[in-house]
């Protein structure tokens, strides 16, 4: 038996779209427990590149069963559109199973998370606006749409009814905002259904067979650590739990099936959206990343705030998941730089702080300690062998490893298939 739980350490696009198609090469399933198409994965391979939002980042491999779990909140419009385009570019979707559990995105969900986000003002989270709040809140409060319902002909329109009385209110009276039409909304859904309908399962028996039969199972976390519900930082954070720990509500799995849980984290920090960022630079340093690491969002295209390698976040990461391994993507956008700082710990009013604080107020206290290391100049996005590293570059790797106390596995240098280091 062997699982590997593939997570974000820091607050996403860590590059786990890259790292879960490299792994999925050995792989007979990859599996997506949570989020939905607020995540924005990217592969690089073969002159080609792919932006998956729905879509395990197995699907490049034909060999792999791809899994869309329990715990997804699934915008079906945006599922089909992800379909055909892997369909045109010649990548089969035969192997894709959908869970009859997953709950669906409405549109009244996404209207629902626009209104919101602007009634917030000033405040407001930077979500991605694409409902998945909204259809969380609806799944805890169990008037959600799941596959099941959407593809039941009968049941279907009248769930839409039922939850759009209650929506139509929020949407017009609270927020100001014009009411929806059930009926557009049911003839256009179910001809989603219609095309989906052959994906839609029960994936938990078929996934518990391939793990005790022994095949390689590999489940791709979206978000990051720092963006979950609970551990992360509340409220600038998403709806769901992208920790190793969600992936067994979200896949129904318990936790002794889990063999090995890997961090994604880059060489240094990124952020989309607002909330606290203790080591964020802004200024032209954070540019320069910005730019060399190309930071701006799969999903919305914003300009993904920079900072420093926070050790501080991937070290409550390695504590709060268990994690086996980190693979570090993205250290060939720190070349050129004349020195690299790591944030080791934080101060709070004089005293050295070495965990995560667990809520913004203690955050907003905590200023970053720094170390400072020398950089180096060369491309180092051919380079295939830890030892050719610069070994300012190596001095880097292993002070991080050091940091987080937890081995470093692999190194990213370029955002291709074949960029990686094997540590
Ligand atoms: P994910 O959400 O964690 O899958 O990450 P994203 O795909 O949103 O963002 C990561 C970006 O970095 C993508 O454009 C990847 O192609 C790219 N990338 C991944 N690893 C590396 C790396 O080691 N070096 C560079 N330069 N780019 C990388
Ligand atoms: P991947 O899987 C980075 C952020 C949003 C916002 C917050 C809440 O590509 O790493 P939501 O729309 O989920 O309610 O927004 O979470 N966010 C992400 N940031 N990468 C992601 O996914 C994200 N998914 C959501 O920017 O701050
Ligand atoms: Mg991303």
């Known amino acids: 038996m062997s699982t590997k739980v593939v997570i974000g350490a820091q607050w996403g696009d860590e590059g786990k779209g890259k790292t879960i198609d490299i792994l999925a090469e050995r792989a007979a399933v990859v599996v997506r427990t949570q989020g939905g198409n607020n995540a924005g994965h990217t592969i690089e391979a073969n002159g080609e590149q792919y932006k998956l939002h729905l879509m395990p980042s197995g699907i490049l491999n034909p060999e792999t069963l791809c899994i869309i779990s329990v715990g997804v909140v ?9 379909i055909a385009d892997m369909e045109s570019r010649g990548i089969s979707t035969d192997n894709l199973l959908i869970d009859s559990r997953a709950h669906v995105i409405m549109p009244y969900h996404i209207e629902l998370d626009g209104l919101s986000e602007a009634a917030r003002g000033s405040s407001s989270i930077g979500t991605t606006k694409k409902g998945i709040g909204p259809c969380y809140m609806d799944k805890t409060e169990r008037s959600g749409i799941r596959m099941s319902d959407l593809v039941d002909e009968e049941k279907f329109p009248n769930m839409v009814r039922e939850n759009l009385k209650i929506k139509n209110k929020m949407i017009e009276f609270v927020y100001g905002g014009t009411p929806m039409d059930a009926d557009k909304i049911i003839a256009e859904y179910s001809e989603y259904a219609k095309q989906l309908k052959k994906y839609v399962c029960d994936t938990t028996p078929i996934l518990y067979k391939k793990i005790k039969d022994g095949e390689e199972v590999l489940f791709e976390g979206a978000q990051g650590v720092l963006l979950d519900l609970d551990i992360g930082t509340y409220p600038y954070v998403t709806s769901s739990h992208p920790l190793t720990g969600g992936v067994c509500v979200g896949s129904g799995i318990g936790p002794k099936m889990i063999d090995e849980c890997i961090g994604i984290a880059k060489g240094y920090t990124t952020r989309v959206g607002n909330g606290p960022f203790p080591t964020e630079l802004d200024d032209e340093i954070g540019e320069a990343i910005r730019q060399k690491g190309f930071e701006f969002g799969t999903t919305t295209g914003r300009p993904r705030r920079t900072g420093w390698f926070d050790a501080v976040i991937v070290r409550y ?107």
């Open 74 to 82: 699934i915008d079906p419009k945006v599922l089909l559109e992800e």
């Open 317 to 423: 990461a390695v504590r709060t998941n268990s994690l086996t391994s980190i693979v570090l993507n993205k250290i060939d956008p720190l070349g050129g730089l004349d020195t690299i700082k790591i944030c080791t710990a934080y101060k709070k009013n004089g005293e050295t702080i070495y965990d995560f604080p667990a809520t913004l107020e203690e955050l907003a206290q905590c200023e970053p300690v720094y170390e400072e290391m020398p950089g180096w100049k060369e491309d180092i996005s051919g380079i295939k062998e830890f030892d050719k590293l610069p070994v300012e570059a190596q001095n880097y790797i292993n002070r991080i490893e050091e940091l987080c106390e937890c081995p470093i596995s692999t190194i990213g240098v370029g955002p291709d298939r074949e960029q990686n280091i094997v540590k």
